[in-house]
């Protein structure tokens, strides 16, 4: 079965943090280069953070420094830390293996904030 679910979004303050996981099933998880990706109202989605089986990182400029993607190999999950959070950061973010088209599966995502 095919399965993205994310989670942790919310409402937060400029300068705050969040932390939102991604349980995904074995068929897109196993083997797979994992990514964070987010899509903000009238923008494309757009990939934020990748993490290789291995462990090697990256992530798009605009978050460098802020944010930090993690997985957990042994339970199918993937984690996005973020920090010092922005207005701009405010999108519904999705995991998903890196390079996800629009063709591929995608869950709800979950939806991030960042509001005075």
């Known amino acids: 079965q095919v399965q993205l679910v994310e989670s942790g979004g919310g409402l937060v303050q400029p300068g705050g943090s969040l932390r939102l996981s991604c349980a995904a099933s074995?068929?897109?998880?196993?083997?797979?280069?994992m990514g964070w990706y987010r899509q903000a109202p009238g923008k494309e989605r757009e990939l934020v953070a990748g993490?290789?089986?291995?462990?090697?990182?990256n992530y798009v400029d605009s978050v460098k420094g802020r944010f930090t993607i993690s997985r957990d190999n042994a339970k199918n999950m993937v984690y996005l830390q973020m920090n010092s959070l922005k207005p701009e950061d405010t999108a519904v973010y999705y995991c998903?293996?890196?390079?996800?088209?629009?063709?591929?599966?995608w869950g709800q995502g979950t939806q991030v904030t960042v509001s005075s």
């Open positions: 993490i290789h089986i291995i462990g090697i990182t």
């Open positions: 074995g068929s897109i998880f196993s083997g797979a280069v």
């Open positions: 998903n293996k890196y390079g996800a088209t629009i063709y591929d599966y």
